[in-house]
């Protein structure tokens, strides 16, 4: 599978229109709580893109089959290349920024281009959905999606599906040595030692 390809240039903050986001107040919706789906209450304007299984993206070049992860900031899709006949991981950003959390720290999984998409499904398990419903029974369209599709149960999938090697992702808080930012946004906690050297803790008062 190729390495993850960020579609967040024209996705991820819909609907966008000005005269949308100031004139129309998105539905509420039924609570419910789940680890392997984000939150529903985050498909407003400027947050999650609705995404629905078999949806075609970037001009219908990526064919949507499986849900991979999801993050405060973005979701991960495991897609069909049309046009180069591989997978595809395309992650669909909400924000121009993100932050280093454990969840950046990936498994690498092995080539699995040779394999037919019924092979994929066999290997990953059926996506699981759940339709999202709002309080006052109106669509959740255009901000939410009909229904949202777990994530991988990655505990479940056969270990030789994984390479012994781990990918790190997302360096929106990088930056040069000779001209560090005069903020932090990464969490401390999470923070290398020669970051939190550029941005020492404040002393508790």
Not at 104 to 131: A, K, W
Request: net charge negative.
């Amino acid at each position: 599978m190729e390495t993850t390809e960020d579609y967040s240039e024209n996705v991820g903050r819909s609907p966008s229109s000005n005269s949308l986001e100031h004139s129309w107040v998105p539905p509420s919706y039924k609570i419910r709580f789940s680890d392997d789906m984000e939150d529903t209450e985050d498909y407003i304007v400027g947050g999650f893109h609705p995404v629905h299984l078999g949806d075609l993206l970037y001009h219908g070049q990526y064919g949507v089959m499986h849900k991979l992860g999801h993050g405060g900031l973005a979701t991960v899709w495991l897609c069909r290349d049309l046009q180069m006949s591989n997978y595809v991981a395309v992650k669909i950003m909400i924000a121009d920024e993100s932050h280093f959390r454990p969840a950046n720290i990936l498994l690498q999984v092995t080539n699995i281009d040779h394999l037919s998409e019924d092979e994929v499904m066999e290997e990953l398990g059926e996506p699981l959905l759940e339709y999202v419903e709002t309080t006052s029974g109106e669509d959740p369209a255009p901000t939410a999606p009909e229904y949202q599709v777990a994530t991988v149960a990655w505990h479940k999938v056969n270990r030789q599906l994984f390479k012994d090697q781990i990918a790190i992702v997302d360096f929106g808080e990088s930056f040069e040595t000779s001209g560090p930012p005069k903020g932090l946004a990464t969490p401390s906690a999470y923070c290398a030692p020669e970051l939190l050297m550029y941005f020492p803790r404040r002393p508790i008062a």
